[in-house]
């Protein structure tokens, strides 16, 4: 996190402290439109910063039998969430993604995930 991310950060939300009182009443000195922009300068410095904790991120998982696994694994429960839901186009195809996943997953390491109950 940089320190310039935080000092935005802390200064915005001290102008939105100033804006509400402890009553939760506008405070005089800090208008409606200047307590908008604080917000939004909040946003933006939230969204540096998870911008640059991105980009610390290696590009590429390491390519290893634990991870190709654990990758599967989620795939595989998230596609699980949606079978038989209907009420959503996911749902429609959702068993097919279960299949394709677990037959590389077979493949690969000679066993399907289980039924997880």
């Known amino acids: ?5 935080i000092e935005v950060i802390n200064q915005q939300l001290g102008m939105l402290e100033a804006f509400v009182s402890e009553a939760g009443q506008p405070a005089g000195d800090v208008s409606p439109a200047m307590a908008r922009r604080a917000i939004s300068m909040v946003g933006e410095a939230i969204i ?32 699980r969430l949606w079978v038989g839901d209907a009420t959503d186009q996911r ?27």
């Open 1 to 5: 996190m940089s320190k310039q991310a």
């Open 48 to 79: 540096d910063l998870e911008i640059e904790t991105l980009r610390q991120l290696p590009a590429v998982v390491p390519f290893t039998p634990a991870n190709v696994r654990a990758y599967l694994d989620a795939t595989i429960r998230y596609w």
């Open 91 to 117: 749902g429609e195809i959702a068993a097919y993604y279960v299949d394709a996943y677990q037959s590389v997953r077979i493949s690969l390491f000679g066993e399907t995930l289980p039924e997880e109950r």
